[in-house]
């Protein structure tokens, strides 16, 4: 089964270009442009994971992580951002993500951060649902 990725990135070439390469990755990808847009897809679908630029034309990813945090406390958050300062790396995590990019890095970085975050999720809610039929 592919896993499945909310990519909310608002500059064409880059929102294109990620795509294609994670899907060529065997990833299933929607792709959205504003906060509005994914908080929609976020709140009517599931995904393995949240992919989010910083800079949207309706807020920032910091904004979208915390409201993605109300409702969906287990979904990895990797930022993929071009705001390469160590406060916006902090200030993601300090939002609910579990890890932030810069761009650019390769395709193999952004691959595996993708990789291990996902393995990591599927980790924790197994040993969720094992705790859960222990006790």
Same mark, same amino acid.
């Given at each position: ?22 899907? %060529? ?8 442009? !504003? ?5 929609? #897809? ?6 393995? +994971? ?9 807020? !920032? ?6 409201? &993605? ?8 958050? +990797? ?14 995590? #300090?939002?609910? =993500? *579990? ?6 890095? !390769?395709?193999?970085? +952004?691959?595996? %951060?993708?990789?291990?975050? &996902?393995?990591?999720?599927? #980790?924790?809610? %197994?040993? =969720?649902?094992? *705790?859960?039929?222990?006790?």
């Amino acid at each position: 089964m592919k896993r499945r990725i909310l990519f909310i990135e608002d500059h064409d070439d880059t929102r294109e270009l990620v795509r294609f390469v994670l899907e %060529a990755s065997d990833y299933s990808v929607t792709t959205e442009t !504003t906060i509005a847009a994914a908080l929609q #897809q976020a709140g009517s679908e599931k995904f393995d +994971l949240y992919l989010v630029d910083n800079w949207l034309p309706d807020g !920032t990813g910091f904004e979208l992580c915390e409201q &993605i945090r109300e409702f969906d406390p287990v979904t990895p958050v +990797l930022f993929y951002s071009g705001a390469a300062f160590e406060s916006d790396k902090v200030r993601a995590i #300090q939002a609910g =993500a *579990q890890a932030y990019l810069s761009k650019p890095c !390769t395709f193999a970085d +952004l691959l595996h %951060a993708l990789g291990v975050l &996902i393995t990591q999720a599927q #980790q924790r809610i %197994a040993v =969720a649902e094992v *705790q859960n039929l222990v006790a």
